[in-house]
């Protein structure tokens, strides 16, 4: 899971940096963070994780998360 949630802040760094209109960073926010979203989609995984790793991963998730809000933000600017 460590390794998805890295792949998730990697590739948004990547492609955020490509986008120059409004309508191709709100595409990609929901793809990613949106309902059916890949990082909301990992989420819904953490039940199965044990008690001891579902802190790390959660942080780790909300780290990402807000990685990508603030890029988003960033580049709406």
Known sequence: MREKLEAIRTRAEAELSTFDS?????????????KKGELTSLLKMMG?????E??????LANEVRAFIEEKITEKSK
Do not use: K, N, Y
């Open 22 to 34: 409004q309508s191709q960073l709100e595409e990609f926010r929901v793809q990613v963070l949106g």
């Open 54 to 59: 579902r802190p790390i991963m959660g942080q």
């Open 48 to 52: 199965s994780l044990s008690a001891e």
